[in-house]
């Protein structure tokens, strides 16, 4: 069964603090790896996409992706409250195919 | 750049009957993808279609299927509804190289309630 763990949390973080958010995946010859954040009652909303192994920046969002164990993370520097939200990793299923596996999500909460 | 659209926001149906739910994904994207997201199961990939194939199906039963437009434009349907099929249901565009999709981006979705 392929899959993609998280902790659901919540994780909970003062302002200002690093978040940092883990998935690991079981598909080793999964070729593509996503970060989506989803706030109640709204749709997930892409963050980041990482291909290949090391880190990738975009802000104050970084993901670290190591394929050899399987891992891929999401920093989050200088949390805000409205980085409040469900962390969605998603991964795809096998090297070439078109279908996200996702999994079930970690609740961040971001304390004033 | 309009974002992927879907129709209806929210739909309320009876056992039995059967939905249809409409999507129109990013221009220019060519493969729309289907989810179901529960609080139970969370996201699960129904079927992803290409130039009006599926190229990809989940683990779902035959009540669901799909369908793709030349416009790339996609519908789903629900037929004979259960309880258990109501869910929030995404849908993603994504653009496609010859192996693999980029960053698919989800629709703001259909909140299907089955009473």
């Known amino acids: 069964q392929k899959e993609v763990e998280q902790n659901s949390g919540p994780l909970s973080v003062p302002e200002g603090a690093i978040a940092s958010l883990n998935c690991t995946y079981s598909?080793?010859?999964?070729?593509?790896f996503f970060w989506y954040r989803q706030y109640s009652g709204k749709s997930p909303e892409l963050i980041m996409s990482?291909?290949?192994?090391g880190d990738k920046e975009d802000g104050r969002f970084t993901a670290q992706l190591n394929k050899a164990s399987q891992y891929v993370s999401l920093l989050i520097r200088d949390s805000q409250p409205s980085d409040s939200a469900t962390y969605l990793c998603a991964v795809s299923a096998g090297d070439s195919s078109y279908k996200l596996i996702f999994g079930s999500g970690t609740r961040l909460l971001v304390r004033p | 750049k309009a974002g992927v659209t879907q129709t209806p926001r929210y739909l309320i149906k009876t056992r039995g009957q059967q939905v249809t739910l409409s999507c129109s994904p990013i221009?220019?994207?060519?493969?729309v993808s289907w989810y179901q997201q529960t609080p139970g199961q969370g996201l699960q990939f129904l079927f992803e279609?290409?130039?009006?194939?599926?190229?990809n199906k989940g683990n779902f039963p035959g009540r669901f299927s799909g369908r793709q437009f030349s416009n790339s434009r996609s519908e789903m349907n629900v037929s004979t509804l259960e309880l258990g099929d109501s869910a929030l249901y995404l849908c993603?565009?994504?653009?496609?190289?010859?192996?693999?999709?980029?960053?698919?981006?989800f629709g703001q979705g259909t909140r299907l309630t089955v009473v």
């Open positions: 279609y290409f130039s009006e194939t599926q190229r």
């Open positions: 990482i291909y290949s192994n």
């Open positions: 598909d080793r010859v999964s070729q593509s």
């Open positions: 993603a565009s994504s653009l496609t190289t010859r192996r693999m999709n980029t960053e698919a981006f």
């Open positions: 221009s220019g994207h060519r493969s």
